[in-house]
């Protein structure tokens, strides 16, 4: 830094303010201390200035990333964000597991990461315990994506309503036997989807089989199989609503195992949109999250819990949006004719 300093014509801590972005420095003293960094070939170490000032300027997000493409957008649009806010990501997969996800968590907070993004899964002690001790210690947490039963931030979509949403369309279309394909319970936002099922099945008087309540696991592949066996009992579901697109994926070649046609043999209509829906033949009517909302509003949290530690926990809840399309058997125009509300917004 003297180095830079020198050829630049500044001092060191002027150098530093560039580097660091703490003050406003000239345009011009900025442009001499910038040439100077390339003629020298400097690299801010950033580890030594972590020592110093006791942050990384690093966030961690600990998320199931490998296979749905509905991540991979949040995801994107995060480190987005973040950096334009002056942060480096850095991603750890949990696999959809609470082990891993405490694993992960460790290993991030051994980097000294400034913040954490978690997508948290329920029913592990140890792994809340440890959500629980880092946010009694103000370290700034948010949790997306899923509803949590713990007292910080949360940034998530609007589920119940949405499924209700999703039961009573199908419903308006004669359906009595209306399937769920459920996701795996150790997720808050499997559990409010299938109570966004059940309130409708009661409300509106539909079948109340257990058989119609399919485990899929969030697995497209157990999805697949489970649906193939429902098929194939004797009083199989006239219509489905499948609660996330991984699963759609395996409802849809269960279906074709069985020989059905969609819609003339059974409706489908899913939680969670994606790009392919429309490549699909029909067209998948789905309910679409906001993913570009649920990233801005998890790092303005994220950075607020930041600036202010003590702030009282605040919860975003983005609503969805249905996108009627043909798997669901119904025209569009008679659908949009009937005034059917195209965005489903959040209640709570």
């Keep these: 830094m003297a180095e830079v300093a020198r050829i630049a014509g500044v001092s060191t801590t002027t150098v530093s303010h560039v580097l660091n972005k703490t003050r406003n420095v000239a345009p011009e003293t900025e442009e001499l201390v910038r040439k100077a960094l390339e003629s020298t070939g400097y690299r801010h170490n950033l580890a030594a200035r972590a020592l110093a000032t006791q942050s990384t300027d690093t966030i961690g997000l600990a998320m199931s990333v490998v296979t749905n493409p509905y991540f991979a957008a949040l995801i994107r649009d995060i480190e987005r964000h973040l950096r334009r806010a ?98 795996a319970m150790r997720e808050m936002s499997a559990q409010d989807r299938l109570t966004g099922y059940r309130k409708a099945v009661a409300e509106l008087g539909l079948a109340t089989d257990p058989g119609l309540v399919i485990a899929g696991e969030s697995d497209e592949h157990v999805a697949e199989q489970r649906l193939v066996e429902h098929l194939a009992s004797d009083e199989p579901a006239t219509a489905l609503v499948v609660s996330n697109n991984q699963m759609t994926l395996g409802a849809m070649r269960a279906i074709r195992r069985a020989g059905l046609k969609v819609p003339r043999d059974i409706a489908v209509i899913c939680y969670d949109d994606f790009e392919w829906a429309d490549l699909f033949d029909p067209q998948i009517s789905a309910m679409a999250q906001d993913a570009a909302r649920l990233a801005s509003s998890a790092v303005e949290l994220l950075l607020a819990r930041i600036r202010q530690p003590d702030r009282p926990p605040q919860s975003v809840v983005v609503p969805a949006a249905f996108r009627h399309r043909d798997s669901c058997g119904c025209a569009r125009e008679k659908h949009q004719e009937h005034g059917k509300a195209d965005n489903v917004q959040a209640t709570r």
């Design 86 to 183: 002056g942060y480096t990501l850095i991603l750890a997969d949990t696999n959809d597991d609470p082990e891993v996800e405490l694993d992960v968590i460790n290993h991030l907070l051994a980097r000294r990461v400034s913040g954490l993004i978690v997508n948290p899964l329920e029913g592990n002690e140890e792994l809340t315990q440890c959500l629980r001790k880092l946010l009694d210690e103000e370290l700034p947490i948010i949790f997306l994506d899923r509803r949590s039963t713990l007292p910080g931030d949360q940034v998530y979509s609007e589920c119940v309503d949405s499924i209700h949403h999703l039961t009573a369309h199908l419903a308006t279309q004669g359906h009595r036997r209306i399937g769920y394909v459920s996701g």
